[in-house]
């Protein structure tokens, strides 16, 4: 069988008066050739085959289907030498805008990140037919480009192309990248109005996620309510929801009616074990773990990275462990975020050796990898290994990372490594990395640890952007070197330019005061820092001003710490 061919002058079906010759038979196989090579990706054999079918086929006849197939492989394989020649020859044909060779022309751009190609061949087609903007609206979704792909959405609509279930399920996706609520309102009523909502069960689901990712949780709840069947997808989009909100008793509260409609998934456990960690609670994500197991829901690698991550932050080995052994029976052990976890787990439980082992015995080391055993060196103060690692890391192909970085140099600031520390620095520098703000609030950091405070002074100054971390680390180098009345004066001009002083930087202000003996400043601080800044005092803060008023020989008003 092949396609039937069109006549560029006279673009109807001719298979009817197609001659009965001996070339009938030859020009089928060479059709049969092309569609069979394109499909398995033999696409160099497959243009060949098809140069001879041009070849021995008449003026007048063009034969779509070979090209449509040859154009679905360039697309797959990302040929875009082969592909651009398709187009080409489809133009000096005449057959650029006929469907449905405008869609995989579109498709082979979008497919190979010639965007904005594939938005001038889904603007140039005279068609109303949605599959070409489908096609593109998807594109630049997969692409990373939520807002564009919203933008797109509107020109089809204004336009006159109609939608599908195609198109609203890559534009709510877009609203959820976007957190464009506005817009997936607009076109909810649109699906209303023609229908598309009506049953459809996916499309539903798509947008209580929606509402939920965009922290419209009534809107979501209210369509919750009023669908007439729902299935787990429907429940995790709203659990999800509320976790990401923080509304941990509506979650539960759907969690246990989840129980009485629904089977339980791996997603679903998921969902609120990593929103308890995500919000730091820890016990919480543990129990749920403890829960999943008993209920018999089966973990994947997700469940294991969540669990090793809470077990990394409470410092909980034996369970680690257990984890890890569940890793290896589940064959998860080897993949890689697993991997990675296991190493930070057994770092911060003080089992370096055990981290390394993984480490070494990891095939495939990734920058991550590399990053997690570096920064489990550095934390448990091996200046030694992990320097060496990563002069390593430093000659694979990737290079270092600004995660291992900013693992080293806390680790040169608390032991005084300033040699090491300054070679950090000339490595930033070289790197160009100066929009990176973490990288040197992690510099002012190390500098100001180690007593370089005046090279820490020329570093703030040379900064272009400053945050919160950055005045608390100038202050904190100040207080350390006792000058308390400097430390002061960063500690008002951050709040002069709009940052907001939290615990940590108050606490650095308090212990500056402390130092020299500023006991008026350090008591305005203290009475005004729930007022002004919305930080209740913690322990830290009292014995900060306990402090202070012991060096300045006052014992006046006690400061009533919490029982």
């Known amino acids: 069988m092949f396609s039937p061919p069109l006549s560029p002058r006279n673009p109807q079906l001719l298979a009817s008066s197609w001659p009965s010759s001996p070339a009938v038979p030859s020009l089928s196989s060479l059709l049969s050739s092309v569609r069979k090579l394109a499909g398995d990706g033999e696409i160099s054999a497959a243009f060949l085959v098809y140069s001879s079918l041009r070849r021995l086929?008449?003026?007048?006849?063009?034969?779509?289907?070979?090209?449509?197939?040859?154009?679905?492989?360039?697309?797959?394989?990302?040929?875009?030498?082969?592909?651009?020649?398709?187009?080409?020859?489809?133009i000096s044909l005449g057959f650029h805008r006929r469907q449905p060779l405008v869609s995989r022309l579109v498709a082979f751009y979008a497919g190979c990140g010639e965007l904005d190609e594939a938005q001038a061949m889904a603007e140039s087609s005279t068609s109303?037919?949605?599959?070409?903007?489908?096609?593109?609206?998807?594109?630049?979704?997969?692409?990373g480009f939520p807002l564009r792909a919203l933008l797109l959405y509107r020109a089809a609509a204004e336009k006159g192309v109609a939608i599908d279930g195609f198109t609203c399920s890559s534009v709510l996706k877009a609203c959820g990248d976007t957190l464009g609520?506005?817009?997936a309102r607009m076109l909810q009523a649109r699906m209303e109005k023609t229908g598309l909502d009506a049953g459809d069960l996916f499309l539903r689901n798509a947008l209580v996620s929606v509402y939920a990712k965009c922290g419209d949780i009534a809107a979501?709840?209210?369509?919750?309510?009023?669908?007439p069947e729902r299935d787990v997808v429907s429940w995790n989009a709203m659990i999800s929801g509320f976790v990401s909100m923080g509304m941990w008793e509506d979650a539960r509260r759907f969690l246990e009616k989840m129980r009485g409609e629904v089977a339980l998934n791996t997603v679903t456990w998921n969902t609120i074990i990593g929103g308890n960690l995500q919000m730091g609670n820890h016990g919480g994500a543990l129990q749920l773990i403890s829960q999943m197991k008993k209920m018999g829901s089966p973990p994947d690698a997700v469940t294991i990275v969540i669990a090793l991550i809470t077990c990394s932050k409470l410092g909980c080995l034996k369970l680690g462990k257990e984890i890890h052994g569940s890793a290896v029976r589940s064959i998860?052990?080897?993949?890689?975020?697993?991997t990675n976890s296991l190493i930070t787990m057994y770092s911060r439980c003080d089992r370096i050796r055990s981290a390394e082992i993984l480490f070494k015995n990891s095939n495939n080391r990734s920058s991550v990898a590399w990053s997690c055993i570096i920064a489990g060196n550095a934390r448990t103060d091996r200046p030694g290994e992990a320097s060496s690692l990563f002069r390593a890391m430093a000659r694979s192909a990737g290079g270092p990372t600004q995660a291992a970085i900013m693992a080293l140099l806390p680790l040169y600031g608390r032991i005084g490594d300033i040699r090491?520390?300054?070679?950090?620095?000339?490595?930033?520098?070289?790197?160009?990395?100066?929009?990176c703000l973490p990288l040197w609030n992690a510099l002012l950091f190390m500098y100001c640890k180690s007593g370089r405070v005046s090279e820490a002074w020329k570093l703030f100054q040379s900064m272009e952007s400053k945050d919160e971390v950055?005045?608390?680390?100038?202050?904190s180098g100040f207080g350390r070197q006792g000058e308390g009345l400097r430390a002061l004066a960063l500690f008002k001009a951050m709040a002069r330019r709009g940052l907001?002083?939290?615990?940590?930087?108050?606490s650095a202000a308090l212990s500056a005061c402390c130092r020299v003996g500023l006991l008026t400043e350090g008591q305005w601080i203290f009475d005004n820092m729930t007022r002004l800044y919305s930080v209740v005092p913690r322990q830290e803060h009292y014995s900060s001003m306990i402090n202070l008023y012991v060096r300045s020989g006052f014992l006046g008003p006690p400061c009533r710490q919490p029982g």
């Not at 109303?128 to 692409?143: E, F, K, T």
């Not at 000339?426 to 100066?434: F, G, L, N, V």
């Open 128 to 143: 109303m037919d949605c599959l070409p903007w489908n096609i593109l609206i998807s594109g630049h979704v997969r692409a």
């Open 220 to 227: 979501a709840e209210k369509l919750f309510g009023g669908m």
């Open 332 to 338: 998860f052990d080897h993949q890689e975020p697993v």
């Open 470 to 475: 950055s005045y608390t680390s100038m202050i």
């Open 420 to 435: 090491h520390g300054r070679e950090l620095h000339c490595y930033i520098t070289k790197q160009a990395s100066c929009s």
């Open 500 to 506: 907001t002083p939290d615990h940590v930087a108050i």
């Open 181 to 183: 609520l506005r817009h």
């Open 57 to 90: 086929s008449p003026a007048a006849i063009v034969f779509l289907h070979p090209i449509s197939s040859l154009l679905a492989t360039s697309t797959k394989l990302r040929a875009v030498p082969q592909g651009l020649q398709l187009h080409a020859h489809l």
